[in-house]
């Protein structure tokens, strides 16, 4: 919803005014540092858009406005929260930043392998592939706005490995992150935007490749599910046979 709110105030669609309000909102009202990756994602995204003169009076009244009602829409959240603070000594987490293994990771994706884990924590092998794919076409594709989509998805998803040292960066706002998998959440949708858009730049408009590549996605779902499910001894069932238990 916040991206589709955002594409709609570029083509000068007042709808988007609401589609990026209730999508902030939503995340605000479930997640407070989720808000925040959101908020620094859009004022990334709207600076670029000011630096290359795309941004005129009426996105920026737009833009506002969507603020405005963000904050009335969350206002209930955000108040418990600030008021939390405010009465509560509140104790953070050691500080870290704890970045992705690629080896962990990428093991994880080929065993379709999505248990918890802060070092291989992974899109699943259908979104990893599509974003492999959609990066190699940069080689021979040079036009089409899907590029800056897919090199900024495949940006972040190189910066969340641990291939950098970001132990330089404790005692930084930094790691209020913890965790760089968060930003995997970012990559999946720069990956998805990225292919869309990919596929509008040359014409193609199958609905047989879009539901293809939905079935792709799902199914791998699907079976990462089951598979955690097998591991872990657990399905519906068991959950309602515990909460039988606990009543």
Known sequence: MVILGLFKIWNREKSGIFWLSIGMSLVANSHVLSLMMFTI???ILETIRLF???MDLNELKY???S?????????????NVIDWILHNKMVSPTPALIGLDPNHEFSRILSNDITESATGAHMGIAITFILIYLLAQLLSKTTGSWRYW?????????????WLPTYKLINTPATLIQFT???LTIVAMGTTIALILYLNHNNWHMPATAI?????VIIIGLTGVIQFHNQNKCNYLWSLVTIIQVS
């Not at 603020?67 to 206002?75: A, E, K, N, Q, W």
């Not at 897919?150 to 641990?162: K, P, R, T, V």
């Open 150 to 162: 897919a090199i900024g998805a495949g940006s972040i998803f190189i910066l969340a490995q641990n």
């Open 181 to 183: 998998m968060r930003f």
């Open 67 to 79: 603020v405005g009602l963000t904050i009335l829409m969350s206002l209930y959240s955000l108040f």
């Open 212 to 216: 293809f590549i939905s079935l792709f």
């Open 63 to 65: 833009l506002m406005l």
């Open 52 to 54: 290359s003169r795309k």
């Open 41 to 43: 994602l859009v004022g």
